[in-house]
């Protein structure tokens, strides 16, 4: 057994996750990403991370040298799935996005997605308006209230590490505490996102709100609305 087969074995899920990021050809990226979640899904990755360890984590993930990045602004327009050509150039941004989406500051998928859809379905494009319905959006859902599970992690492990070592530690606790103090620490948590936001994003969030969507994903109006005008920074 080669001493790469040996690390990998015995590597926590951090660090796998850390050889897919820094993986840059697309389709390794992927055949990776889907191994290193069947072998956590399996049990055969069995831990989460390794507290003595301090891992460096990239800016960026790893990208392939030829890509090239071009401004928004120089891209042709997509249309409004009226046509063929626009639902395969809206398609084709769809892919893109997600093949990027972890270094866009701010994806709207949960907000943009049912008038996508719809969209195609007024194209006579069913089957893949039933692919964005039934796998994409569903995905967007999960996985923003994956981020929000674990930002509220990290903001309450800041003030207390000892009590909040890791995500199960805070799942336990929260089945003993009352209402107001869960409701004490939602508020917290919710000023440091309005902070970071108002730190690393330009401008107002423009509304509208999925509000359905976000709700199912952990975060209601108390997350975003403040967010959609003009405010002074949060002093958290």
């Known amino acids: ?113 049912p008038t996508t859809i719809s ?22 859902i999960t996985h923003c209230a994956a981020g929000v599970k674990w930002f509220k992690y990290l903001c309450l492990r800041s003030r207390n590490p000892s009590l909040y070592q890791d995500i199960l530690a805070l799942e336990e606790s929260e089945a003993g505490r009352s209402e107001t103090q869960m409701d004490k620490e939602s508020e917290e948590v919710i000023h440091k996102f309005h902070a970071i936001v108002r730190t690393h994003f330009r401008g107002p969030l423009k509304p509208p709100f999925n509000e359905k969507a976000r709700k199912a994903a952990g975060f209601g109006p108390q997350w975003y609305d403040p967010l959609a005008v003009k405010g002074p920074a949060s002093q958290f």
């Open 119 to 140: 969209r195609f379905r007024n194209g006579g494009d069913d089957d893949t308006a039933d692919l964005l319905e039934r796998v994409v959006y569903p995905e967007e």
């Open 1 to 113: 057994m080669s001493h790469v087969q040996t690390e990998r074995e015995n590597e926590t899920l951090v660090e796998a996750a850390l050889r897919v990021l820094n993986t840059a050809d697309p389709f390794e990226k992927a055949r990776q990403g889907d191994s290193v979640a069947s072998k956590w899904l399996q049990g055969t990755i069995t831990r989460p991370y390794n507290p003595s360890q301090d891992l460096p984590v990239p800016d960026r993930p790893a990208r392939l040298t030829n890509v090239k990045l071009v401004s928004p602004s120089l891209m042709p327009k997509l249309g409004k799935a009226g046509s063929l050509q626009s639902r395969q150039a809206i398609v084709h941004s769809l892919v893109h996005t997600e093949s990027w989406a972890i270094d866009l500051s701010w994806a709207r998928g949960l907000d943009v997605l």
